[in-house]
Protein backbone atom coordinates (compact mmCIF):
# COMPACT_ATOMS: atom_id res chain seq x y z
CA UNK A 1 0.00 0.00 0.00
CA UNK A 2 1.77 3.26 -1.22
CA UNK A 3 1.28 6.34 0.87
CA UNK A 4 2.26 9.97 0.18
CA UNK A 5 2.45 12.02 3.31
CA UNK A 6 3.05 15.67 3.27
CA UNK A 7 4.77 18.36 5.78
CA UNK A 8 6.01 21.73 6.17
CA UNK A 9 3.44 23.73 5.18
CA UNK A 10 2.81 27.40 7.10
CA UNK A 11 2.38 30.86 7.44
CA UNK A 12 5.30 32.71 5.90
CA UNK A 13 5.97 36.33 5.13
CA UNK A 14 6.26 37.55 1.63
CA UNK A 15 10.19 36.78 0.51
CA UNK A 16 10.39 34.27 2.98
CA UNK A 17 11.09 30.68 2.38
CA UNK A 18 9.57 26.65 3.36
CA UNK A 19 10.62 23.25 2.63
CA UNK A 20 8.15 21.06 2.05
CA UNK A 21 8.28 17.30 2.43
CA UNK A 22 6.65 14.13 0.94
CA UNK A 23 7.58 11.18 2.61
CA UNK A 24 6.65 8.11 0.27
CA UNK A 25 6.00 4.45 2.39
CA UNK A 26 5.15 1.31 0.75
CA UNK A 27 7.68 0.86 -2.25
CA UNK A 28 11.10 1.93 -3.01
CA UNK A 29 11.80 3.43 -6.28
CA UNK A 30 13.91 4.57 -9.26
CA UNK A 31 12.67 5.71 -12.40
CA UNK A 32 9.32 7.58 -10.65
CA UNK A 33 7.60 10.30 -11.79
CA UNK A 34 7.14 12.49 -8.37
CA UNK A 35 6.34 16.18 -8.35
CA UNK A 36 4.23 18.51 -6.60
CA UNK A 37 0.79 20.24 -7.53
CA UNK A 38 -0.93 23.24 -6.17
CA UNK A 39 -4.71 24.18 -5.98
CA UNK A 40 -5.89 28.01 -4.22
CA UNK A 41 -9.68 28.38 -3.90
CA UNK A 42 -11.22 29.20 -6.90
CA UNK A 43 -8.39 28.01 -8.94
CA UNK A 44 -8.08 25.40 -11.23
CA UNK A 45 -4.87 22.52 -9.65
CA UNK A 46 -1.85 23.83 -11.73
CA UNK A 47 1.79 21.66 -11.75
CA UNK A 48 4.59 23.43 -9.32
CA UNK A 49 7.53 21.02 -10.25
CA UNK A 50 8.55 17.31 -10.93
CA UNK A 51 11.37 15.42 -11.02
CA UNK A 52 11.93 12.11 -13.26
CA UNK A 53 14.19 9.33 -12.39
CA UNK A 54 16.04 11.16 -9.92
CA UNK A 55 17.24 14.07 -12.10
CA UNK A 56 14.84 15.63 -14.82
CA UNK A 57 13.32 18.39 -13.46
CA UNK A 58 10.40 20.81 -15.08
CA UNK A 59 8.83 23.53 -13.19
CA UNK A 60 6.54 25.71 -14.10
CA UNK A 61 7.26 29.35 -15.43
CA UNK A 62 5.86 31.18 -12.03
CA UNK A 63 8.17 29.28 -9.72
CA UNK A 64 11.14 28.86 -12.08
CA UNK A 65 14.52 30.06 -10.71
CA UNK A 66 12.94 30.70 -6.92
CA UNK A 67 11.56 27.00 -6.44
CA UNK A 68 13.68 23.49 -6.38
CA UNK A 69 12.30 20.23 -6.31
CA UNK A 70 15.25 17.31 -4.94
CA UNK A 71 14.22 13.70 -3.94
CA UNK A 72 16.31 11.64 -1.18
CA UNK A 73 16.50 7.84 -1.88
CA UNK A 74 17.73 6.80 1.03
CA UNK A 75 14.86 8.35 2.89
CA UNK A 76 12.18 7.74 0.20
CA UNK A 77 11.15 11.73 0.01
CA UNK A 78 10.93 14.30 -1.79
CA UNK A 79 11.32 17.83 -1.66
CA UNK A 80 9.86 21.16 -2.41
CA UNK A 81 12.77 24.23 -1.54
CA UNK A 82 10.51 27.38 -2.12
CA UNK A 83 12.32 30.73 -1.74
CA UNK A 84 11.14 34.39 -2.33
CA UNK A 85 7.85 33.19 -1.63
CA UNK A 86 5.22 35.12 -2.69
CA UNK A 87 1.18 35.98 -1.89
CA UNK A 88 0.17 34.36 -4.98
CA UNK A 89 1.93 30.80 -3.96
CA UNK A 90 -0.39 30.59 -1.31
CA UNK A 91 -2.65 27.76 -2.42
CA UNK A 92 -2.57 23.57 -0.52
CA UNK A 93 0.43 21.94 -2.21
CA UNK A 94 -0.06 18.31 -2.94
CA UNK A 95 2.61 15.54 -3.63
CA UNK A 96 1.88 13.28 -6.36
CA UNK A 97 3.76 10.04 -8.04
CA UNK A 98 3.78 7.40 -10.84
CA UNK A 99 5.98 4.56 -11.34
CA UNK A 100 4.17 3.90 -14.81
CA UNK A 101 5.09 7.22 -16.89
CA UNK A 102 7.69 7.62 -19.75
CA UNK A 103 9.68 10.91 -19.05
CA UNK A 104 7.39 12.86 -21.33
CA UNK A 105 4.00 11.83 -20.48
CA UNK A 106 5.39 12.91 -16.54
CA UNK A 107 6.40 16.24 -18.02
CA UNK A 108 3.53 16.82 -19.92
CA UNK A 109 1.08 15.87 -16.75
CA UNK A 110 2.88 18.25 -14.76
CA UNK A 111 2.56 21.03 -17.61
CA UNK A 112 -0.80 21.35 -17.94
CA UNK A 113 -1.99 17.90 -19.44
CA UNK A 114 -4.31 15.79 -18.38
CA UNK A 115 -3.24 14.19 -14.49
CA UNK A 116 -4.24 10.97 -14.05
CA UNK A 117 -0.98 9.85 -11.63
CA UNK A 118 -1.10 6.99 -9.36
CA UNK A 119 -0.15 8.53 -5.46
CA UNK A 120 -1.26 11.11 -4.06
CA UNK A 121 -0.70 12.74 -0.28
CA UNK A 122 -3.64 14.74 1.36
CA UNK A 123 -1.73 18.01 1.23
CA UNK A 124 -0.44 20.76 3.34
CA UNK A 125 -1.22 24.47 3.54
CA UNK A 126 1.11 27.04 2.16
CA UNK A 127 0.09 30.98 3.12
CA UNK A 128 1.97 33.76 2.02
CA UNK A 129 0.83 36.66 3.76
Known amino acids: HVQLVESGGGLVQPGGSLRLSCAIS????????MGWFRQAPGNEREGVAVIYAGSATYYNDAVQGRFTISQDNDKNAVYLQMNSLKPEDTAMYYCAADSRRSGANCFYQFSGGKVDLDYWGQGTQVTVS
Open 26 to 33: GYTYSGYC
